[in-house]
């Protein structure tokens, strides 16, 4: 680490350290050095490769359920082999050392977080890992995607209806009361650390605003700049595996 990152995390480990409340807010970039690709980061991002509106927008599903789903399958299968890193640990260690001061709002819809013991992870895009249904049940039975027929995608026997992820997809809202839950923390934490994120997808990108104008230190972790470096009193300029120990690690 260069003199510059240090000496930012040692300015920024006595803010952790007083802070009643803190808020880490994460994306893509917070798992990549568990091996899971983030979306806008160049040559390697998903979003260099593939197309969003078709890979992640209810109209792309409906057009090639087959192949949305194999997608899914596939980014599935790569976070299930994947594994928490020294950050995801840190954080997951920082809430067990000081119970309630650690809100964790992640755009991932992985579950690295949770592994690593945050076990109240705010997911605001949802949940790779999670199944459900396409559409309203026709007949109004509320059955569970789990009876599903077997398929790529599975679909009901009885209306055809098809089993989609339960991520969010552009143009979709984010749930709700999640949504509710990570205004109220920015709003009132007095720290956030905004981490691996391009700032580029919102309302969750303005959860940083929102929380330097309610009165928040804000400080961005991303090894490249980033939208949110101007909302934020601080920049380190570091990974997130490498940053988030040396940061939370004994405080
Ligand atoms: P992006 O792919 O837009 O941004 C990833 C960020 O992580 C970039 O700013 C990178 O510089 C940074 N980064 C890369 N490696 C890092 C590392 N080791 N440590 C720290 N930072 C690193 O991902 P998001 O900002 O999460 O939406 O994208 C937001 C949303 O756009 C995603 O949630 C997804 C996508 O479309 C949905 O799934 C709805």
Same mark, same amino acid.
């Given at each position: 680490?260069?003199a510059d990152l240090?000496?930012?995390i040692?300015?920024?480990?006595q803010?952790v350290?007083?802070?009643?409340r803190l808020v880490v807010? &994460?994306?893509a970039?917070m798992?990549?050095?568990?091996g899971?690709?983030?979306f806008?980061d160049?040559m390697?991002?998903l979003w260099s490769?593939?197309d969003? *509106?078709a890979l992640?927008?209810e ?10 789903w #194999?997608?899914y399958a596939e980014r599935?299968?790569g ?8 950050g995801?640990? *840190? ?6 050392r000081?119970?309630g001061r650690l &809100? /964790?709002?992640?755009?991932n819809?992985d579950?690295l977080?949770?592994?690593a013991?945050n076990l109240?992870?705010?997911r605001?895009?949802g949940?790779?890992g ?9 007949r109004g ?5 789990a009876s #599903?027929l077997?398929? #790529?995608p599975?679909?009901c ?5 098809? /089993?989609r992820?339960g991520? /969010? ?6 749930p709700?009361a999640?949504?509710? +839950? ?10 956030m650390?905004? /981490?691996g &994120?391009?700032?580029a997808?919102?309302?969750? +990108?303005?959860?940083?605003g929102? *929380?330097?104008?309610?009165g928040?230190?804000?400080?961005v972790i ?6 949110l470096?101007?909302t934020?009193?601080?920049?380190? *300029?570091? &990974?997130?595996?490498?940053v ?5 690690d004994g405080?």
């Amino acid at each position: 680490m260069d003199a510059d990152l240090l000496a930012g995390i040692a300015a920024l480990r006595q803010r952790v350290a007083s802070a009643r409340r803190l808020v880490v807010l &994460t994306g893509a970039g917070m798992s990549a050095e568990s091996g899971i690709p983030t979306f806008r980061d160049a040559m390697t991002g998903l979003w260099s490769r593939f197309d969003p *509106a078709a890979l992640a927008s209810e109209e792309g599903f409906r057009a090639a359920p087959d192949r949305v789903w #194999a997608w899914y399958a596939e980014r599935r299968a790569g976070v299930r082999a994947a594994r928490p890193h020294a950050g995801h640990r *840190a954080l997951g260690q920082f809430a067990h050392r000081h119970p309630g001061r650690l &809100t /964790v709002v992640s755009q991932n819809v992985d579950d690295l977080h949770q592994r690593a013991g945050n076990l109240d992870t705010l997911r605001l895009h949802g949940d790779i890992g999670a199944d459900r249904w396409l559409s309203a049940c026709p007949r109004g039975l509320g059955c569970s995607p789990a009876s #599903a027929l077997p398929g #790529a995608p599975p679909h009901c026997a009885d209306c055809g209806n098809l /089993v989609r992820p339960g991520v /969010v997809w552009f143009g979709e809202a984010l749930p709700e009361a999640t949504w509710s +839950a990570a205004e109220s923390a920015a709003e009132h934490c007095a720290l956030m650390l905004v /981490v691996g &994120t391009s700032g580029a997808v919102w309302p969750a +990108a303005g959860l940083a605003g929102r *929380a330097r104008r309610a009165g928040a230190h804000v400080a961005v972790i991303n090894p490249h700049a980033s939208e949110l470096d101007d909302t934020a009193h601080q920049v380190l *300029a570091g &990974t997130a595996a490498a940053v988030l120990p040396a940061l939370l690690d004994g405080v």
